[in-house]
């Protein structure tokens, strides 16, 4: 991986903007560029700006640069006014996601029903008002979605774990998300898959989750877009040139929404990056990532000068991670287990049974072991031991 200046990718790019290059090949004819961000939602604090706030002023016009740009939305759009409700945004986001150059994002999320088939509705329904495509949700949920970008053919499919499985959204399923891997692959130039899973606030994938990224690749993918950990995590070139994104980060999201505090990772969660992705017909010839910050008025910025370099060292960090699997369950005992116990009890205390066992349903085996790691971690650092 090398730095460059951001002006090498964006011509009239910022000052003391630097940039990852984290896979680069002779094009192979004629070359689409893609932008690629990670979660976003306009819910909690951002619920409450008024009505002029653009989030993406700074950022907007290399979004719309480009052929394509996508993002996960995170957020279900409820009405002109959501109210107050966790996890519910206003129809008027579509708008600010258009404006900026979004013209396409995941649905299949975790929050993708918190309010029924109507709130999905309603979001389907702003968001095609808006012009902007989606992924995942709604009637063709399974379908293959083709954009075409001056006569690149580009083929995308958008599912989440979510442990939730509706016929309005696609639940993950590995054989199933293969299997239309292979079919599509043939129909189109270029193939992306949007899969919305893995751990939050880790640093690196579930070893399973990246054998099966690998897999997807192997079976014709050529592009693997990850979200829903809340932080970056790094990117990894398959020998047959496929590339994956194991977690495009945040790209605005308010990381206190909820009934119960997560100030943790808390700067890891308010910076991202854009990722720059050119495609040929083989598939991605470059793929760089501008890095980004929210700032206390909540405006997406460029971050610049030292800002920038750590987050380009995290994003080279977590791509060079060898031992993906012992890193992968340490972090995951130290920054998930307290999270998920405050949770459970969180549910108990307002006596929703419902919550707590819609908890219990999603256990795993590897829970256990997150759980016995976190426990030795506090027994450990108890005084006198």
């Known amino acids: 991986m090398l730095r460059v200046s951001a002006d090498r990718l964006v011509p009239a790019a910022p000052a003391e903007l630097a940039a990852l290059l984290a896979h680069e090949r002779p094009a192979d004819g004629p070359v689409r560029r893609l932008c690629a961000a990670g979660d976003v939602g306009f819910s909690g604090r951002l619920a409450a700006l008024?009505?002029?706030?653009?989030?993406?002023?700074?950022?907007?016009?290399?979004?719309?640069g480009a052929d394509l740009a996508f993002a996960n939305l995170e957020t279900p759009l409820v009405g002109e006014d959501p109210g107050g409700r966790l996890f519910a945004a206003s129809t008027r986001a579509a708008t600010l996601l258009a404006g900026a150059g979004f013209r396409l994002v995941n649905l299949a999320n975790n929050h993708v029903l918190d309010y029924g088939p109507e709130g999905l509705a309603s979001t389907l329904d702003a968001l095609a008002a808006a012009g902007v495509g989606t992924l995942g949700a709604g009637d063709g949920a399974r379908e293959l979605v083709v954009t075409e970008l001056d006569g690149l053919r580009v083929g995308w499919l958008g599912c989440a774990r979510t442990?939730?499985?509706?016929?309005?959204?696609?639940?993950?399923?590995?054989?199933?998300?293969?299997?239309?891997?292979?079919?599509?692959?043939?129909?189109?130039?270029?193939?992306?898959?949007?899969?919305?899973?893995g751990y939050m606030y880790v640093d690196v994938p579930h070893p399973a989750q990246r054998r099966h990224v690998l897999e997807l690749l192997g079976a014709g993918a050529d592009l693997v877009l990850l979200h829903h950990p809340h932080v970056l995590q790094?990117?990894?070139?398959?020998?047959?040139?496929?590339?994956?994104?194991?977690?495009?980060?945040?790209?605005?999201?308010?990381?206190?929404?909820?009934?119960?505090?997560?100030?943790?990772?808390v700067e890891e969660q308010r910076t991202g990056g854009l990722f720059l992705i050119d495609l040929d017909r083989r598939g991605v010839c470059r793929l760089a990532v501008l890095p980004l910050r929210v700032d206390d008025g909540w405006v997406v910025r460029w971050a610049r000068g030292?800002?920038?370099?750590?987050?380009?060292?995290?994003?080279?960090?977590?791509?060079?991670?060898?031992?993906?699997?012992?890193?992968?369950?340490?972090?995951?005992?130290?920054?998930?287990?307290?999270?998920?116990?405050?949770?459970?009890?969180g549910e108990i205390r307002r006596g929703r049974l419902k919550g707590v066992l819609a908890l219990l349903r999603r256990l795993r085996r590897h829970h256990l072991r997150m759980v016995l790691g976190w426990l030795g971690a506090r027994f450990k650092g108890r005084p006198g031991r």
Do not use: K
Not at 50 to 64: C, K, N, Q, T
Not at 164 to 191: H, I, M, N
Not at 327 to 333: E, I, K
């Open 50 to 64: 008024a009505g002029g706030h653009d989030p993406f002023r700074e950022i907007a016009w290399v979004v719309r």
């Open 306 to 345: 030292d800002a920038g370099r750590m987050i380009l060292d995290r994003l080279e960090r977590t791509s060079d991670c060898v031992d993906v699997d012992a890193l992968f369950h340490r972090q995951l005992a130290e920054r998930a287990t307290g999270l998920a116990f405050r949770t459970a009890l």
């Open 234 to 265: 790094g990117v990894e070139v398959a020998p047959g040139g496929g590339v994956a994104c194991y977690s495009l980060g945040n790209l605005l999201l308010d990381w206190r929404e909820g009934e119960v505090a997560v100030d943790q990772m």
């Open 163 to 197: 442990l939730q499985p509706s016929s309005r959204f696609w639940e993950y399923d590995p054989a199933a998300l293969t299997a239309a891997v292979r079919d599509a692959s043939p129909r189109v130039d270029v193939l992306i898959v949007s899969v919305h899973m």
